[in-house]
């Protein structure tokens, strides 16, 4: 009697964790999604906005010294926010979460207002709530050979 309680609260527990699992292509959209609201804050000039996608623990670089804390990064940023125009707008091309469901990488072209490409972003993504994703880290990095030669390619 003992063995078969064991074996059924062990199949019970199998059952829980197979409909727990995790629509990977559905969360690369929701990051996605994420991706894409985090740069229309830049282009639509509103830096409320973009600091609920920031991560209380968020660190960005780009700078002589990282952007640590959602303070920090939100004060850092918030010169982008003050012109009439933006800066710089980007937009992912790659998106991928770990199996997990937990975090995500996202990286893109990064464009200057003439709409050329100048610097690819990273960006690491975390689930803090069930539908919440924030940026955690941030990192621009040059163009490489290949973002040089596929921009041409890549539909706009």
Known sequence: ??????VALLL?????????????PA??????DAELAFARSMAERDHAAFTRHLSDQA?????PAPL??????AAGWKPYFDAAQPPFSWAPDQVDVLADGQ????????????????ARFNSVWRQEAPGVWRVVFDKGSPLTEADRSAVGRRPD
Do not use: E
Not at 1 to 6: A, E, G, Q, S, V
Not at 105 to 116: E, T
């Open 12 to 24: 019970a527990g199998c059952g829980s964790v197979m409909a727990q699992a995790i629509d990977l």
């Open 59 to 63: 660190i960005f670089y780009g700078g």
């Open 27 to 32: 969360m690369q959209r929701r990051v996605t």
């Open 103 to 118: 975090l995500a990488h996202s990286s893109g072209l990064v464009r200057n207002p003439a709409g050329q490409a100048i």
């Open 1 to 6: 009697m003992f063995k078969r309680w064991i």
């Open 68 to 73: 640590r804390g959602k303070a920090a990064v």
